[in-house]
């Protein structure tokens, strides 16, 4: 199957290869479902009684459950934002001291998100189950579907704290370590004159002992001998 060249440019963009990264994926579908859970709540999760027109929470009548998982859907769906734009630029951040503290930037906020969501998903499950299934005549599909997407919100944000551990593991200074040629030069420089060093080659000349002996150690010399004295005959 022929592809046609505008295609195959196309997918080879930048743009396309940016949404292709794991983590900007990951980024979208927590987005996504933070947005599910904001508009479920936000439209249906908000019903009057038969009895009494005063709207109320469809999970147990407590406001704070839809109040908690608004705000914290909404406050999500804005992060995910503000670190897309920053991926969008991450090219062009030339600092490593400023790319190693947007990681771990990254890295604390997902683990956070993922603690948030988790609390959220315990909390209005147990609201949920609390509820009385007829107290209101609507909203019981947005409150399963923000209790659903809470959840998944969970796995989505800890699969992002993986991508940003990776990241930092991948990014992380190495120490400065000798170079083995630089070892070598200290070695030779240090080492004692082999046998077959060339200080130790004997040279031609009437001093070439005194002289091989004195580059081995500057405390030896070279033996002398006896000297012979007349005696005045008697």
Known sequence: MHIPESLQDL????????????KIIARIFAGVFSLIVFSSLLTDGYQNKTENPQLHCVLNSNNVACS???????????????????DAHESRITSSRFKTAFQLLDF?????????????????ANQWQHSSP???????????????????SI??????????FQDLQNDAPVPYNHSLDE???????????????????????PNSLSYASS???????????PRLAMMPGN
């Open 11 to 22: 997918a080879d963009s930048e743009a396309v290869q940016f949404l292709k990264r794991p």
């Open 68 to 86: 908690f998982a608004v705000g914290a859907s909404f406050l999500a769906f804005l992060s995910c934002l503000v670190f897309l734009v920053l």
């Open 108 to 124: 604390i906020l997902a683990v956070l998100w993922a603690i948030i969501w988790f609390v959220g998903f315990c909390f209005l």
């Open 134 to 152: 007829r107290q209101f005549l609507l909203g019981s599909s947005s409150a399963k579907a923000a209790i659903a997407f809470t959840f998944f």
């Open 155 to 164: 796995l989505v944000w800890i699969f992002q704290a993986y991508l940003a």
């Open 183 to 205: 070892g070598g030069v200290v070695l030779t420089t240090l080492s004692p004159p082999s046998a077959f060093s060339p200080v130790n080659t004997p040279t031609t000349g």
């Open 215 to 225: 580059a081995l150690s500057p405390y030896l010399t070279t033996p002398k001998a």
